[in-house]
């Protein structure tokens, strides 16, 4: 407690004394008295009268010395000389500014808040507020000398919020006690003061963080547990109160040390934190004070490495010198798959058995020889099966830490790689797949154009008719399967049309009702407002038929399977935050079950061709991989969703196909009247690698009337063409050795630029569209039957004919 005049005034203001019994002037009073009653005795010569006034005088005299004892005020003494030191201890801990002033305005004595608050000890009337506030307090000063007891509310001081009661005090009422409570903030200098001696500076101190706080006279307020052991050597010592200069020393650099400390210690660095920017004094400042980088056994600057580390987006951990592991970030966390809140003792505590000896003894090495660096591949607990780079390096200079580990946190590139190879998978199988579907479709074109000559003559009556039909069939069904290889591969024969999907499903539902047989539900939903897509109708239909038979064989105990079809606009494709769809409008197809569900370490592989989870026999693995590559040649996208147990749905999202409502075409295009007469006359030359495609070729189209000119490639067709006096009709294969169809037609253009031309082939129009992009030419896909090329060629030779009269007219000729 600070005073503002001599311990001798003070001790005069405290000493409030009793009033003293005034025994003389009540014995001087009974003298008088009895010196009054002898001249009565005299005057009167009766000494009855004298005594009579005399016990009068007495009785009054001891009356008034009993009522003053009565009256007066029982005052304990005081000590002469009061302990200020707990009168000092009482008035701080008050929690408030308190100050006593005399009638002069002059301070005499006050507590530490009061200097915290007002920046040293001025007198109420001359601290630093507002003038409006200071009036106030100098009106308050005023009232109180004249009621006894006034309260002024709301005075600033700064961030301060304060409420003063001013009181006359003192034993003669000649002294004004000064309160000031702050009512919104605490001092900032008692906030600091707890978080020092709190959880808080326990925290600091475990990072090497010392802190202290000091006052503007130099004495220390407040310090944390590291500063108090670095400062006294015992962290159980009390330094508050004490000089701060007296335990710091500088040296002739001008480098700081802790004055207790050796002449090698290493030096400090402090940072001065003004506690009140806004003081002109700076009376109170926050002295954070740290250990260098090279401090002892780096305690500190591990703390600042760890710190740096843990903000790095890179997988980093440490270990010490006996293999320890002392600090991971997030990323080498999530990077080893270690759960979050738990910490492994050693680096191969998260590797697979075989590695964990090879990882401490390598870190070991590096921890204890000379300074390197090297990688080692691992297997990580959470993923055996797939090998991680570890990197380590030795360090030295950050105490127990002396190798620093390095795991990349290869999740998402592991998924990628995943991704790469499962599509380079697809695509080889996709290109492998293409190039057995030629094969076979050429062997399948010869077998079935065979079988349709031998059908030609024999009648159902026959004992071969029906080996043949059957041979027949068989050969379709495997045409069917090449088909699916095709479209599996994205290679197949599309003819495109502009449609709704709920006339497809119209035209395929009743074949679906055939397919799920009774114990089965069917039921259809369709959506409004559906935009037309465009796409291959019975390549949609074969794509419902698939996922529905895959329902029904899901469901042995019977279900529901629902087909239903919907819009998705632009906005709904954005909500499903779907990285595959562009953003647009699509038009959907839902096909789902109550079936037993695909479970999910499946699901991902049920697209992949050959992959089934039937029985063996009872399916190929391609349909939903024909699936797959239907809707994506569609330009379309689907989803497979399922639960154990509850079901699956499959989603098809295809693409609104913009068209002018004028020129918008029938959804689905009316299939073309049968001609029965296929007849025809001209000169053909057939181009065909393949001698028993051609030679079946070859009889199909003489028996139909044409004259017929083979060539086995290219080179020799150009000579065929050249000898021939007229060619109504080029038909050639499109991949030949040596020079192939398309290239020959080039030449064959050149002088003859009005010949039609049908290609066959049996690659997909598709996979050779940019081979074959050449006008007036028309596309056959194997494999195809004695009819079905006897009608091609009847039709290209009409189109021409009708495109060229003159020509038509000589041919009727």
């Known amino acids: 407690m600070s ?12 000493n409030l004394t009793a009033n003293q019994p005034r025994f003389p002037l009540l014995l001087l009073v009974a003298l008088v008295a009895l010196l009054a009653g002898a001249p009565l005795l005299w005057l009167f010569g009766d000494p009855a009268v004298g005594a009579v006034f005399g016990a009068s005088v007495l009785a009054v005299s001891a009356l008034l010395w009993v009522t003053q004892r009565s009256l007066a005020p029982v005052v304990p003494a005081l000590p002469a000389d009061p302990d200020w030191t707990l009168i000092r201890a009482a008035a701080n801990a008050a929690g ?34 507002s003038p409006s506030d200071l009036n106030r307090v100098a009106q308050a000063g005023q009232a109180a000398w004249r009621e006894g007891e006034i309260t002024v509310r709301g005075i600033l001081r700064g961030s301060l919020h304060l409420d003063l009661q001013v009181t006359r005090t003192g034993r003669a009422d000649d002294y004004l006690l000064w309160r000031f409570e702050s009512v919104q903030q605490a001092s900032i200098v008692d906030d600091f003061g707890r978080i020092m001696a709190g959880e808080a500076g326990e925290r600091l101190s475990d990072s090497g963080v010392m802190c202290v706080m000091i006052g503007g006279e130099g004495r220390i307020r407040a310090a944390n547990p590291a500063f108090i052991l670095r400062a006294t050597g015992r962290a159980d010592s009390i330094i508050e109160g004490r000089d701060f200069a007296g335990y710091m020393r500088v040296d002739a650099e001008g480098r700081i040390f802790f004055a207790q400390e050796e002449k090698q210690a290493v030096p400090i660095r402090m940072i001065q934190v003004p506690l009140r920017p806004d003081d002109p004094s700076g009376q109170i400042v926050l002295v954070m004070v740290d250990e260098s980088v090279s401090a002892v056994e780096g305690i500190s600057s591990l703390a600042y490495v760890e710190a740096l580390l843990s903000l790095l987006p890179f997988g980093l951990g440490m270990a010490d010198r006996e293999g320890r592991l002392l600090f991971f970030n997030k990323a080498f966390g999530r990077a080893a798959g270690i759960p979050p809140g738990e910490k492994p003792s050693y680096p191969g505590d998260i590797v697979v058995v075989e590695d964990r000896a090879a990882v401490a003894d390598t870190i070991r090495r590096f921890a204890n020889g000379p300074q390197m660096s090297g990688d080692m591949q691992v297997g990580l607990l959470g993923a055996p099966d797939e090998p991680v780079s570890l990197s380590l390096a030795g360090v030295r200079g950050l105490g127990e830490a002396a190798v620093l580990l390095s795991l990349k946190d290869n999740s998402e590139e592991s998924r990628l790689k995943r991704q790469v190879a499962q599509q380079t998978k697809m695509q080889a199988v996709g290109q492998l797949a293409g190039g057995v579907a030629h094969d076979f479709n050429n062997i399948l074109t010869a077998i079935i154009g065979h079988c349709d000559l031998m059908l030609m003559r024999h009648t159902p009556g026959d004992s071969d008719y029906d080996d043949i039909q059957q041979v027949k069939a068989n050969s379709n069904r495997a045409a069917s399967l090449t088909r699916q290889l095709l479209a599996f591969s994205r290679q197949q024969t599309l003819r ?21 047989g009774e114990n089965i539900r069917l039921e259809v939903f369709h959506g409004r407002n559906l935009g037309h897509v465009r796409a291959d109708p019975g390549q949609l239909e074969q794509v419902i038929v698939n996922l529905v038979v895959n329902a029904r064989d899901a469901m042995p105990e019977g279900g529901t399977v629902t087909v239903r079809t919907f819009p998705v606009s632009a906005a709904d494709v954005r909500e499903m935050k779907n990285e595959i769809m562009p953003i ?7 096909i789902s079950d109550t079936g037993t569900g695909i479970p999910p370490e499946v699901l991902g592989k049920i697209f992949e061709p050959f992959f089934t989870t039937k029985s063996v026999g009872k399916g190929t693995g391609l349909g939903l991989s024909t699936v797959y590559g239907i809707v994506k040649q569609s330009n379309g996208f689907i989803f497979s969703d399922s639960t154990v147990g509850q079901g699956t749905t499959f989603n098809i999202y295809l693409p609104v196909h913009a068209v002018a409502s004028e020129g918008m075409s029938s959804p689905v295009a009316p299939r073309k009247a049968a001609v029965s007469e296929t007849w025809g006359t001209g000169t053909i ?24 000119v083979t060539a086995s490639d290219g080179e020799q067709g150009l000579a065929r063409l050249a000898e021939a006096e007229r060619i109504d ?26 010949i039609p031309v049908l290609f066959m082939s049996g690659y997909a129009e598709e996979q050779l569209r940019k081979s074959i992009d050449i006008e007036n030419v028309a596309f056959l896909p194997k494999p195809f039957s004695v009819s079905q090329l006897a009608e091609a060629a009847r039709d290209v030779l009409a189109s021409a004919r009708q495109s060229d009269p003159q020509d038509d007219a000589t041919a009727r000729a």
Not at 685 to 708: F, K, P
């Open 729 to 754: 009709l080029l038909i050639s294969d499109v991949v030949m050795p040596g020079m192939d169809g398309p290239t020959m037609v080039r030449h064959v253009r050149e002088s003859h630029p009005d």
């Open 496 to 516: 495109p049309q502009v449609l709704q999907l709920p006339d497809v499903v119209s035209e395929v539902s009743s074949l679906l009702k055939r397919l799920l």
């Open 96 to 129: 408030c500014a308190i100050a006593l002033t005399d009638r002069t305005g002059r301070m005499v004595c006050a507590n530490d808040h009061y200097g915290d608050w007002f920046g040293g000890y001025p007198a109420p009337a001359e601290i630093d507020i």
């Open 584 to 590: 647009g409008d699509y038009t959907g197809l839902s």
């Open 685 to 708: 030359l057939l181009v065909e690698d393949e001698d028993m495609v051609r030679n079946v070729a070859e009889r199909a189209l003489a028996r139909q009337g044409y004259t017929v």
């Open 3 to 14: 005073d503002g005049g001599a311990n001798a005034r003070n001790g005069d203001l405290l």
